[in-house]
């Protein structure tokens, strides 16, 4: 166990399906009376079965995380990587011990921190100060170790002035700036840090991801890093595993698990659900997005592909002019960096019930690697008077995920190369209604 | 946990006995312990113009009520104490119980979010509103002796007894049982919201089956066929045991607070089993 620092054997995590609440008290029953009276396994466990979102499952139950057995050593940086509801989070979930696994153990030598809970039990009415201690007790720190921090907690956090100040009065950035500086002075041996979660808020992330560099390179300290971003994933792991439906795909150096993932685009087809359920859905609903497809679903491109993107758009009352807009986003921080300006899909009367079709182009190597949020936009030329509100607004549901397998010494970026606003080179291509 | 050269070793697995109660990781978070009962205590009063005083206001005001519903219009007699001092003592112990097992009972469902982002020991949080609430109570205890003295300093035949020194037995009692009722309810209620109603008006009907405004001999006259079910409530002894020590009257047995005592630290232990079960598991079904 010397050099072990994590020992994962075994760990399943099953979940049921459906709501929770109605008819649970029969399951229950039938599930206390099969394995605690009659001695027998779980009836509600199904042996074999395989966490696929994308099949409807016959079963109320599910796997979402199966048989998984790893070790991490001790000082080693290790990537975690799979598309969404491959497990990672529930992966790290069981590692903090939020919640339990069905199956298995898993053995750790040291003190976990994690950099998603910036903030956690903070207190509104209390000062920044208070909570500090709050905070840290809570994360695991004594008081005494707390009290021997104070001064650099502040300092880092830069809050100092508003110190003695009740935190509701704070902006957000300085409540997150001040969460951070506790997180980042806990120094535990084992350090998880879920960049999936922390997209959106781009200070934090650089952050974070700044202190895991710090944090591994000199301290030797154990991290575990879930991300999208493959080039991240290289530069800073040696070692890496790949989820897939809740199993290790494959384990090994970083170099290889990038690899293995970038070879087998997996296709998310429950993507358009996104379109459907998403609260940041905007404007009047004359037009509406129906689907939306980036090079056919595919998790990622390789920016030197060309990039297509299918729109599918239903007409709900007639218009007599339609535009389109993309615009996309900086995966560092939130700005705009390219734009198509508003483009004319139709100048004149539309009917309702018209479903429209196009697909827009954009030339390789138009961009870097990254994960670009995408905002979309249909509605009217001019946008001036109160009644011209947009048809339809997507924001950052939509990410251009651009990835590739070198690295980006040899994709030849330079960290002088400017970045900025620029128009996008794009094409309207097919552009069918019906 | 300590930072350095001491390493610690720790497992994680699906289930672990029901009666694995990790004490020693309690008393490891210790500090966390105190840093909830300091922000309860700071926060409850904040932004309000009285602050503190909001302490003594509640039991002062509700005792005048009582006074002039149960005692002037009901005409229930208080074993021949002053109204005051009767209705007091019994709101003072009752109003503790009774906020800590509705605080407690609410453990799971109020901080799912913090419980859903780290861990700690869950049951940090219920123990912290128990003495929380311990403290308060001994803060409107002065209320009560303030009104006592009076009442001493005016003649009235009123003098503490050796029963009184059995009041820290009866605050263990209370904390005991309003901890282990609160957090069993508070696992249950992680599955089954339907207790989360019952628990409300459970408590106020509690409260009549619980010699808080009337004294047992009263009862004792009127409806001797029910009694048993006021014997029957851990709660009865506790207020008679105090009223009897301070006051002189009520009726006292060893018997009824051994069963009282008894009856707390199995509800205590239970609560803990049952906590300490749903507490690994309740992100998933909350």
Partial sequence: MSNIAIKFENISKQYRLGTIGSGTLSHDLNRWWTMNIRGKEDPNLKIGQVNDRAVKSTDDYVWALRSIDFEVKQGEVLGIIGKNGAGKSTLLKILSRVTNPTTGRIMVTGRIASLLEVGTGFHPEMTGRENIYMNGSIMGMTKAEITRKLDEIIDFSGVEKYIDTPVKRYSSGMTVRLGFAIAAHLEPEILVVDEVLAVGDAEFQKKAIGKMQDVSRSDGRTVLFVSHNMGAIKELCKTAILLKNGQISTNGTANDVVREYLSNPVRITSQNDLLNDHIQRRGNGEVRFIEIAVNNDAIFIDPAEEIRIKFKAIVNTEVDQIYFSLLLKSPVHDDPIANTGRVCLFRNHVEAGTIINFEISIVPNTFRTGLFPMYLWLGKEAELAAENYPFDVVDSVYYLNLNSNKSQKELGYKSDQPGGYFNLNYKIENLISK | ?286
């Fill in chain 2, 1 to 286: 946990m300590q930072t350095g050269n001491s390493t610690r070793y720790l497992v994680i697995e699906p289930r672990t006995s029901l009666f694995n109660l990790n004490l020693k990781e309690i008393w490891q978070y210790r500090d966390l312990l105190e840093m909830y009962i300091k922000r309860d205590i700071v926060t409850s009063y904040k932004q309000t113009v009285l602050g503190p005083i909001w302490f003594f206001i509640q039991p002062i005001f509700t005792t005048i009520v009582f006074m002039f519903v149960f005692g002037g219009l009901a005409g229930i007699p208080t074993d021949g104490i002053p109204q005051a001092l009767f209705y007091l003592s019994g709101i003072t112990l009752w109003n503790y119980f009774s906020e800590s097992l509705t605080k407690t009972s609410d453990t799971f469902l109020s901080n799912q979010a913090i419980f859903g982002k780290v861990y700690f020991p869950r049951l940090i949080v219920p123990l912290s509103i128990t003495i929380t609430g311990l403290i308060k109570m001994l803060i409107q205890f002065a209320v009560f002796i303030i009104v006592y003295i009076y009442f001493m300093a005016s003649g009235r035949p009123i003098a503490p007894n050796a029963f009184a020194l059995l009041l820290p037995v009866l605050i263990i009692i209370m904390a005991a049982l309003s901890l282990g009722f609160g957090i069993i309810i508070s696992s249950m209620t992680t599955k089954y919201r339907d207790l989360r109603f019952l628990i409300t008006f459970a408590i106020q009907l509690w409260m009549y089956a619980t010699p808080v405004i009337y004294p047992l001999s009263v009862m004792e006259g009127n409806y001797k066929k029910y009694i048993w079910l006021i014997q029957a409530n851990p709660l009865t002894a506790v207020l008679e045991t105090f009223k009897y020590g301070f006051l002189g009257h009520g009726s006292f047995s060893w018997y009824a607070l051994g069963y009282s005592l008894l009856f707390s630290v199995i509800t205590l232990f239970i609560g803990m089993a049952i906590f300490n079960k749903v507490e690994r598991s309740f992100m998933d079904v909350i």
